[in-house]
Structures are given as structure tokens and as C-alpha cells.
């Protein structure tokens, strides 16, 4: 038995080296292009290509190997990436030129980690403002959706990117911050973690990291991006208890996302604080911050306040407490406040007096012969600037329709107010100039206060702060509810930084000249020292005092930061006293002047003598013509003309 097997393997032996023998002696047939050779006796197509016969292994050398197109032979080969074919094999990629939408988030499915990849950021997320930025018909809800996908995607992406040695992004479309936290780390009662994104801030408790974990590691990731706010704008808040009392909402800060893998949205059993940076600062007391969230709806998504509250808020900040993680933004809206009845009618009651005194003011100083001088050539231009700032104030400040014509109306109402202070402050210099050379029984320097450099220093410098301003930001001048100066930017400061320098300078004049008038002018000689003149004095320096600007720092109270009852008492005080310089003026400057009372007197007398002549006129031609008729009904010619007359 073992023989016959001994035989059996020889034979197989003999025929194995029998058939090697002849296949190494024949030759190998001539192969198309793209195909090789097997086993000496056929040809078949590389990998890549197929025969044009459909036929695996050929002879024939007039066989055609073509290009197989895996893209379109099986569409999903690259599992929704790129497909892009090759002579011969394909390729998958992520870079392509995207159509829409949709095919873009196919797209970003598949390669989300190329988003992470160094100097690829800006054209990806550029890319994606495009894409947002197409128009779609006005269908809001189509892209409410996408966005939700893409801030889904990029939560899960940041999130998982955690744990690598690079986790951050910092670059013009996109910034994030993570952090990871080892699940048996928040021993530490109240424990608090602290990310930044760019400017923007998200303060989470630690066991909200973890939410209950004990091995392991946690991760949370805050995520802000620089121009998504561009698409997902104001017009997607719906809230209509808001909308009732707003409008013009906008955006004013990044929108930012937090997650720490859980679901999201799910109720968090310690908040988190937002803090955002404004993209527009606002010191306009007639805005309102909401603190909103991407809220998905089965119709899309919208930003809601559910859930979000505003902790504070300044010009440029926010502060938002929000019991869920979620993509979060801060909306401003311009509220329509409604006006105090009284406050206004107080306003103009009082500008419309104001403006009556002004003007009776402005003829006294120009025609009374008695007091003219220096003194009455200040008091001249303030009147005059009060009069015309006023009148504009009380037509033109609510002309909001034409916004050039708010533009000129605001930019004359910051120079015709700028001029008036400048001239209160001439007014104080040349009183404390006046009341300085009393003490010394000189009046050289107050006389010497020569009207050439008045008028140019006077009208002047507020033409060259107006000039600057306009320069620096043409846009300053109108706002939405008033044609006054804007309040973004700081461009205020062109007129509250001159009024606080005057204040400060007339404040200074004043305390001098007060403390003067107590102390040293009695002693210059018995005239100039007595008890009436001194009253009259100090009485004017206080009056004047108030009017040249101690009113106007009133102002500089009414912000957010005073709370009632206090706002409304320095709001009226503001108001009353503001609306009632031209009688304050009037009245210190003309009626308790005995020059100008003796004048008023003259005058009167004058009118009273001119309407007495006027009456006795009127009686003595009244008389005159009686006697006249009387003697004509007597005389016989004209008794016969009557009677022909009536015949």
C-alpha cells in the first residue's frame, strides 16, 4: 500500500514539472495598452480599466482596455464626499464648487475635519457665506434649517476636536475655546470654568460639564462666529409681547455656541453667564437688549428669549443668564417709549416763554442807548444764539423723515448750543475780569476786553468743532426719533466734552468772583461797598451762575445708572431750568437793571404820551368836524340844496 502511494506522488511530480515546462516555453501574447500579462498565454485589463468585450482574460492584442468611472458607476463610493474621476482610478475630495445649500451640507457631513485643518478655515467658512448669502426666494424656513445643521455639525466637530493637541480655532470667520475636565475635578464647590472666543465670554459650573460622570473626561467647547449673524439676523425674533413695544431690531453681538455633548437645549440645573461684546455701542437710553437663543421649530428656527435673561448691560456689553446650552446672540431694539405728557408740556410751555424773553432781551441790549457796552454786546449773542437754538429745537427736532434735513438740523442746533456756552463762557471771563479790577480799583483789563476777538473766538470755535466732527464721522449728526447728535460711537463727546470744560472754566470764574464780592469789595470805598450794591452783585453772580451752565450739568446725570425716583426729579429739574434761561436772563439782565427799568419807564411814558395825543386828536377832529356840519345845516344854501336834493 505504501508503494502505491509512493507512486502516485511521483507521477503528480513528473506532471507539475511537465506543465511548467511547456507554459515557460511559450510566449507571452502582445497586450493592449493598460493591461498585463498572466500566466504567459492571456492579457487582462489593470485595475481601473475593463475590456471593451466585457471579457475578463482576452488574447486578442486589438482588445481595448477603457477607463472604468467609478463616480458615476456607484455614486455613493465616497460615502458623500467628492467624487472626482481619474484615467484609470478616482479620487474622494472635499474641496468642489458647491450649488446650493444642501449640497454644500452633504458636503460638510462628510468632511468635517478638514475644517480644522491649518490655512483651510477662511475659504471653507467663506465659502459658506456664500452660499447663505444666494438668494432663495425669501424662504427663511429652508435656511433657518441648514443653519441648524451647520451648528449642530460644528458643535459635535469643535467638541470631539477637544482632545487633540490643536483645539482652537482663531481666524476671521470662526473662533472657539475648549476645555477639558477630568470627571473626578470638581471637588471644588462652585467650581467655575472661565472660555473666550474672541471677545465674547461663557461661564459654566463644572458638575454642568460633567453632568454626574466619574471616570473618565468631560470636554465643553465655546464657539463664536464672527459673521454668521450677517444671515441669521433680527428679522428671524418672531416674540410678538416684544414686538409690540419695539422696533428695528438688529443684532448687536456674535453669535456664540456652548456645548458640552449632552442634548441640547435640556434644562441645566446651575445657568451659565454670557457675556458678548456689542458690535454697535449704544448710550441711546431708548434701546432694549433681549438675550435670545437658535430655538428649532418644526418649521425651521427663530431666535426666542425662553429660557434667557438679561443679567446687565452697559454701551458696550452684555451680560445674559441662560438655563440651557444652546446658540446664543443679544438683539437691540429701538422701544417706543412713550413720553411724559407733563414733562413735554412743561418743555414747550417753557421754551415758548423762553423764547418770548428771549427776544423782548435781545431788542433791550441792541436799542437801549443807556446800557450799552461790552457787557450788554455778550449778553446780545447768548440771547440771540438761545433764541435761534431754541426755535430750531422746538420745530425741527422730530423732522426724522428727510434724513439730510435731520442731518443740517442736528448740525446746527451742535453749533448754534456750542455757541451759546461759548458765550456764556465770555460772559463769565469778562464778570470775573469786571469784578477782579473792582478789587484793585482798576478797570484797564475789562476794558481792554475788545470786541474783535469776541466775535471771532465767539462764533469761531464752535464752527471748528462742528467742522471736526463732521469730518471725523459725517454720520454722526441725526438719529431715528430725534434730528440731535448720535449717540454710537462716542460722537457726543464733541459736544459734551466743550460743555464740561466751560462748566468747569465758569465755575471757577464764579467761586472767585464770589468769594471776591464777600470778602474785598467792601473795602474799596463806601459807594461801591454799600449793603444794596453788594446784594445786587452777589445776586447776579449766582443767577448768572445758573444760567451759564450749572443747569446743563444736570445732564450728564440722566443715565441708566440712576434709577427712579431720582431720574424723573433730575429730568424735571433738567427741563424746568433749561426751558426757562430766557426768562432767567430777562429777568436778571433787564428788569433788575435800574438803567434799563428807567429806560422801560421813558419808554412807557413815551407810548402813554403818544396814545394821549393820539385820543385828543381823535376828540378835537371829532368836534371840529360836528361844528363844521352844524354850521353848514345852518346856512340857507344849504338848506335849498338839501331840499332840491330830496325834490
Known amino acids: 500500500m505504501a508503494e502505491n502511494w509512493f507512486l502516485l506522488l511521483w507521477g503528480l511530480f513528473i506532471l507539475l514539472v511537465t506543465a511548467t515546462a511547456q507554459t515557460q516555453g511559450v510566449s507571452c501574447p502582445q497586450c493592449p495598452q493598460h493591461s498585463s500579462c498572466i500566466n504567459g498565454i492571456s492579457c487582462i485589463c489593470q485595475d481601473g480599466y475593463a475590456s471593451e468585450s466585457g471579457n475578463i482574460f482576452f488574447t ?35 474641496y468642489s464648487t458647491y450649488s446650493g445649500i444642501h449640497a454644500f451640507l452633504s458636503f460638510f457631513r462628510a468632511c468635517p475635519e478638514d475644517l480644522l485643518s491649518s490655512g483651510d478655515n477662511n475659504q471653507i467658512f467663506e465659502n459658506i457665506l456664500n452660499i447663505f448669502n444666494t438668494p432663495f426666494g425669501g424662504n427663511k424656513s429652508a435656511i433657518a434649517r441648514s443653519v441648524t445643521n451647520l451648528l449642530q455639525r460644528m458643535e459635535i466637530m469643535i467638541l470631539e476636536s477637544a482632545f487633540k493637541p490643536q483645539n482652537r480655532i482663531q481666524d ?62 433680527g428679522s428671524f425674533f418672531e416674540e410678538e409681547r416684544h414686538l409690540q413695544k419695539a422696533s428695528n431690531i438688529s443684532l448687536n453681538s456674535r453669535v456664540v ?20 461684546k456689542h458690535l454697535q455701542e449704544s448710550y441711546n437710553q431708548g434701546y432694549k437688549f433681549l438675550c435670545v437663543y437658535w430655538k428649532s421649530t418644526t418649521e425651521g428656527a427663530n431666535w426666542s428669549t425662553e429660557g434667557c435673561s438679561l443679567l446687565k448691560t452697559n454701551a458696550t456689553h452684555t451680560s445674559c443668564n441662560c438655563g440651557h446650552l444652546s446658540t446664543f446672540a443679544v438683539l437691540m431694539a429701538l422701544t417706543d417709549q412713550v413720553e411724559d405728557g407733563v414733562l413735554t408740556a412743561i418743555t414747550y410751555v417753557g421754551l415758548g416763554l423762553s423764547l418770548l424773553c428771549l427776544f423782548l432781551a435781545a431788542l433791550t441790549f441792541f436799542l437801549c442807548r443807556a446800557i450799552q457796552g461790552t457787557s450788554t454786546s455778550l449778553h446780545l449773542q447768548l440771547s ?77 470755535i464752535p464752527a ?11 454720520h454722526g449728526y441725526g438719529t431715528i426719533k430725534y434730528c440731535w447728535l448720535n449717540l454710537q460711537r462716542g460722537f457726543i463727546w464733541s459736544f459734551v466734552g466743550p460743555v464740561m470744560v466751560i462748566i468747569l472754566f465758569n465755575l471757577i470764574f464764579y467761586s472767585i468772583t464770589l468769594w471776591i464780592l464777600r470778602d474785598t469789595l467792601s473795602s474799596l470805598n463806601k459807594d461801591v461797598s454799600t449793603i444794596q450794591n453788594t446784594r445786587i452783585l452777589t445776586f447776579k453772580a449766582l443767577a448768572q451762575f445758573l444760567i451759564l451752565g450749572c443747569s446743563w450739568s444736570l445732564s450728564f446725570f440722566l443715565t441708566k445708572s440712576i434709577t427712579e425716583p431720582a431720574q424723573s426729579i433730575i429730568a424735571y429739574t433738567f427741563t424746568i431750568t433749561n426751558s426757562l434761561q430766557g426768562i432767567y436772563i430777562f429777568l436778571v439782565h433787564c428788569i433788575l ?55
Open 60 to 94: 486578442d492584442p486589438r482588445e481595448i482596455c477603457k477607463d472604468i468611472n467609478e463616480c458615476d458607476d456607484n455614486p455613493a463610493i465616497c460615502k458623500g464626499k467628492s467624487c472626482i474621476n481619474y484615467d484609470g482610478s478616482y479620487q474622494c475630495s472635499c
Open 257 to 276: 455656541s456652548g456645548t458640552t455633548g449632552q442634548r441640547q437645549n435640556s434644562t441645566l440645573t446651575s445657568s451659565v453667564i454670557l457675556t458678548f
Open 172 to 233: 476671521r470667520y470662526l473662533v472657539t475655546d475648549t476645555q477639558v475636565v477630568p470627571n473626578n475635578n470638581c471637588s471644588e464647590r462652585n467650581k467655575i470654568f472661565t472660555l473666550k472666543a474672541g471677545e465674547d465670554a461663557m461661564n459654566i459650573p463644572c458638575n454642568e460639564v460633567i453632568r454626574g460622570s466619574t471616570k473618565g473626561q468631560s470636554a465643553v467647547a465655546f464657539l463664536s462666529y464672527t459673521m454668521l449673524g450677517n444671515i441669521i439676523n
Open 593 to 647: 437793571n435800574s438803567q434799563v427799568q428807567e429806560e422801560y419807564r421813558k419808554l412807557f411814558k413815551g407810548i402813554q404820551k403818544i396814545s394821549e395825543t393820539d385820543s385828543s386828536d381823535m376828540l378835537s377832529g371829532r368836534t371840529t368836524h360836528s361844528k363844521v356840519i352844524v354850521e353848514l345845516e345852518k346856512s340857507p344854501k344849504f338848506v335849498g340844496k338839501g331840499k332840491n336834493t330830496l325834490t
Open 464 to 474: 471748528g468743532i462742528v467742522a471736526i466732527s463732521t469730518g471725523i464721522d459725517p
Open 384 to 460: 440771540l444764539c438761545l433764541f435761534l437754538a431754541d426755535l430750531l429745537f422746538l420745530t425741527g427736532i422730530h423732522q426724522t423723515a428727510n434724513k439730510i434735513l435731520c442731518s443740517i438740523i442736528a448740525g446746527t442746533l451742535h453749533y448754534l448750543y456750542l455757541a451759546a456756552f461759548t458765550w456764556m463762557f465770555l460772559e463769565g471771563l469778562y464778570l470775573f475780569l469786571t469784578v477782579r479790577n473792582l478789587k484793585v480799583a482798576n478797570y484797564t483789563s475789562a476794558r481792554h476786553f475788545k470786541k474783535r476777538f469776541m466775535y471771532p473766538f465767539g462764533y469761531g
